[in-house]
């Protein structure tokens, strides 16, 4: 039986994303035309900060605690989950952020959040978008993904180690935790006041009085169950387990976990009591 044009087609279209997105000179001025702004925001002469990384790595949560923690909001490059973006900014000498998941839970979460992406092709964008960094490994700092969700200070502290920065750090009290979901929340709204507090282009102030407004004018609803843990997205993660123990995705699998450990062999990572969190 011939398999339906649509999917296949997507399939065909997040193979092509995944290649054209390794090369900064193809890949980035297509971005600056297809993401103007005000997020994701692009590398640009304004840029005094990337923060990136492969897919539902909690690049999200990463960008609204960094701004929320600073006096005045930072001029970020970050969401194009691609490796070309990275790519550049170490070849400028840019202060960046990678996040880093595990391969499982962020491939997982991929093809939970994006229906038209199998497992196998998201696994071997893991891998194409990690190795492609791998020269660039020293130029940056990374920060893995239950460090960036529960200890988000220390990665600020690396930064400002590494870059020679003076970042405020975000400490993870409960209501800081709570205001920078509250704003993960309704990123689904699509306000160009919120979306600009990503990039900052607004202050924090606009942004905190745009985000009570819409709290009190439409509740986060949808909006929430898009950007937030769900137990509905984790059963339908639990149900793609055995998908993930194919046999033959095992190299596949040997390859995005060898990068995984490479890349965190250094970085800023949790206590390993703590537990995975879908963001």
Partial sequence: MTAPAAPLLRRARHRLRTRVSEHPSVYLPFARRKYPGPSPMVIGPDTELVVDGYTRSASTFAVYALQLAQEKPLRLAHHLHAPAQLVAAARA?????????????????????????????????????????????DHMVVGEFRAITHDFGAVIARLNERFGLALRAFV??????????????????????????ESGLTTREEAVAELQRRQLAEPAGELREAWRPSAARRRKTDALAGQWCDRSLDRLRERAEALYAQFTADAVVAPARIAEEDV
């Avoid at 491939?107 to 190795?131: K, N, T």
């Fill in 172 to 197: 993870a009290t409960p209501q800081n935790v709570a205001e920078c979901f509250a704003f993960i929340e309704q990123r689904g709204s699509l306000s160009r006041i919120l979306l600009g507090f």
């Fill in 93 to 137: 000498d840019l202060p960046t952020l990678l996040v880093i998941r595990k391969p499982r839970d962020a491939i997982l979460s991929q093809v939970v959040r994006e229906p038209g992406v199998v497992i196998r092709d998201a696994l071997d964008g893991y891998v194409r978008f990690h190795e492609t960094l791998r020269p660039y490994r």
